[in-house]
């Protein structure tokens, strides 16, 4: 299947750049991996929020077909990692929308998560959730993701987050906070609850799902198992900001530590690094016979060797390679979590200093800087967005994922599909990109959100 021409051509026009000030704090990362752990853990996470979380609603507005409530309340992730969200994101903000009578017994809510550049509610609340009352009289709740709206820091360009680093702490607060608002609807008497989201809100919705305690409607769109290859494969992949992010972890040597702490290096990751291998340039054409299941080695990225004038040999008949390609390319299949060993440098002393030689050395230092960021971004976006480092939903019979099969920005090649880590779930294709699904098939995502509900009822009682 090939992926939509709009896809790219809309991306083209879209002239902003991702992670303009790179990884991050490298503290902050090492905090996060550890705190991910935690929320990893459906036993360990649903301590992390009481039951009676205070949540305050800060205005109520009666419209001729619904109720509005504006809320907010502050983010429990401020209490577990104090400091890591910016000033304006501590605060959470919500809005409630219900109809003003309901047709039964039930007073089922869904929660919206937003995605990519949808800041405030306006665009959740005109194509979600007022038909949603319209047609099925079910209530939303709009969360406003950290990062976006009134939650937006005063130096950040629109919707590009200025650390890769930002994304894993808009995921942790949202898996929090999620929590926080589902527990509050249950004290009002609301439900069944589900959740839901497109593209990053459909992956924000999983993560939070992840963590419910208790069977709940999931209804993810254009989102997938990982977000590793949105920002390496895909065609979004085009707007991070490659040369400052590249700069850091060539010079930054705090990243051999945080290399470590990376936990997920299992079959997707084999998966993508034979898919990444085969596509990549000629040079690494000696590697696509190599058994990469064989041995798990570990990365420990030597910065010296990049900065001076060694040049990495990728050959399989060398007992010499790149230290970074080697922890998320070769894996041991059978097993979930990394076993390392290490192997020697190249011994830079066989290396021609040869002025002639100079082009080609320092060609093939940026050819290997290059690939080693996108296979550390690989790692640490697999390790905090990874469906298969949290726990199974409870039901995953009641999750319909809704793909688009075309989709540029959300690839699904050489990952774990969703029916594999969610056996059960429902996965439903749609003609068409990601752009176009967006744009026309908005009906199509909420009839998946009604028959989610229809299956809860028809399951459970409450």
């Not at 680093?165 to 589902?182: C, H, K, N, T, Y």
């Not at 085009?238 to 850091?248: D, F, I, S, T």
């Amino acid at each position: 299947m090939g992926v939509s021409k709009l896809d790219v051509l809309y991306r083209r026009f879209l002239l902003t750049k991702l992670f303009i000030q790179g990884w991050g704090k490298p503290d902050d990362l090492r905090r996060l991996f550890e705190f991910r752990k935690m929320i990893g853990n459906r036993e360990k996470c649903q301590q992390l929020v009481p039951k009676d979380y205070p949540i305050f609603i800060d205005k109520v507005e009666e419209q001729a077909d619904c109720k509005i409530m504006d809320g907010h309340f502050v983010s429990p992730l401020d209490h577990y990692l104090p400091g890591i969200m910016p000033v304006e994101s501590v605060n959470a903000r919500f809005q409630f929308i219900i109809p003003k009578e309901w047709k039964s017994r039930y007073r089922p809510v869904c929660v919206h998560l937003a995605g990519t550049g949808d800041h405030f509610y306006w665009r959740r609340r005109t194509l979600m959730a007022r038909p949603m009352i319209k047609e099925a009289c079910i209530g939303s709740l709009l969360l406003e993701n950290p990062y976006y709206g009134h939650r937006k820091p005063k130096d950040q360009m629109r919707s590009s987050l200025r650390n890769v680093s930002d994304l894993f702490v808009m995921g942790g607060a949202l898996v929090l906070e999620s929590a926080a608002l589902l527990h509050w609807l249950e004290r009002g008497g609301y439900g069944p609850l589900g959740m839901t989201g497109i593209s990053m809100g459909g992956h924000m919705a999983s993560l939070a799902a992840t963590n419910w305690p208790k069977p709940i409607p999931l209804v993810p769109c254009l989102s997938w198992s990982t977000a590793s290859g949105v920002f390496t494969t895909g065609v979004l992949s085009k707007a991070v900001n490659w040369r400052e992010l590249e700069k850091q972890y060539a010079t930054e040597t705090v990243y051999e530590e945080i290399i470590r702490l990376l936990e997920y290096c299992g079959m997707d990751s084999f998966k993508m690094g034979q898919d990444f291998v085969k596509n990549s340039s000629s040079s690494l054409d000696k590697w696509e016979h190599f058994d990469f299941t064989t041995e798990m080695h570990e990365l420990n990225v030597k910065r010296e060797v990049l900065k001076t004038a060694t040049v990495t040999q990728f050959s399989p008949d060398t007992t010499v390679f790149n230290a970074s390609t080697q922890e998320l390319l070769l894996q041991d299949t059978s097993h979930r979590r990394c076993q390392t060993h290490r192997m020697p440098l190249t011994n830079t002393s066989n290396i021609s200093s040869s002025v002639k030689h100079e082009p080609l050395k320092r060609e093939k230092r940026k050819s290997s800087l290059e690939r080693e960021s996108i296979l550390f971004m690989k790692g640490v976006m697999d390790e905090c967005t990874h469906m298969g480092n949290f726990s199974v939903p409870v039901d995953p019979s009641l999750i319909i994922v809704v793909q688009a099969k075309e989709d540029a920005y959300v690839p699904r090649g050489g990952v774990r599909s969703l029916n594999e880590i969610w056996p059960g779930c429902e996965i439903r294709y749609l003609e068409g990109g990601h752009i176009s699904a967006y744009l026309f098939k908005q009906g199509l995502f909420r009839q998946a959100i009604y028959d989610a509900f229809e299956r809860f009822l028809q399951k459970y009682s409450i």
